[in-house]
């Protein structure tokens, strides 16, 4: 299965990573991690700006690459929940068991949302 891995840089230096997995041809998982000192007043702007360049990818016809990106968050991740919201990540539901925690050595249950170009905030 293929994996698009994407480094963020601000200022030379490591802000974030994003990946892509799961893809199928117009959709894909999207998962999004940011170095803490970008946290604040970063956070939006720079989470913003990663999610609408994903989403503006083209194919060699001109066409996007992506229609729909997908993300589990654990229920017990308020913080990145809001955060989604935020950025116009629309929530389907929770499912149970959907990732496993290693930390806590069992499965718990995830919240799953949606983000479309026409959600994107300014849209």
């Given at each position: 299965?293929?994996?698009?891995?994407?480094?963020?840089?601000?200022e030379p230096r490591r802000a974030g990573l994003c990946w892509l997995?799961?893809?199928?041809?117009?959709?894909?998982?999207?998962?999004?991690?940011?170095?803490?000192?970008?946290?604040?007043?970063?956070?939006?702007?720079?989470?913003?700006?990663?999610?609408?360049?994903?989403?503006?990818?083209?194919?060699?016809?001109?066409?996007?690459?992506?229609?729909?990106?997908?993300?589990?968050?654990?229920?017990?991740?308020?913080?990145?929940?809001?955060?989604?919201?935020?950025?116009?990540?629309?929530?389907?539901?929770?499912?149970?068991?959907?990732?496993?925690?290693?930390?806590?050595?069992?499965?718990?249950?995830?919240?799953?949302?949606?983000?479309?170009?026409?959600?994107?905030?300014?849209?």
């Amino acid at each position: 299965p293929a994996v698009t891995c994407l480094v963020i840089l601000f200022e030379p230096r490591r802000a974030g990573l994003c990946w892509l997995n799961g893809q199928t041809p117009k959709t894909a998982f999207f998962h999004y991690c940011t170095m803490p000192w970008t946290w604040g007043k970063m956070t939006v702007p720079g989470s913003a700006f990663v999610q609408e360049t994903v989403l503006n990818f083209k194919n060699m016809d001109g066409s996007y690459s992506l229609n729909v990106l997908y993300g589990l968050t654990p229920v017990s991740n308020r913080l990145a929940i809001k955060h989604a919201k935020r950025l116009g990540w629309q929530v389907l539901g929770t499912v149970p068991d959907a990732i496993y925690m290693q930390r806590e050595g069992k499965s718990m249950p995830a919240v799953m949302t949606y983000l479309t170009r026409e959600n994107l905030p300014g849209r």
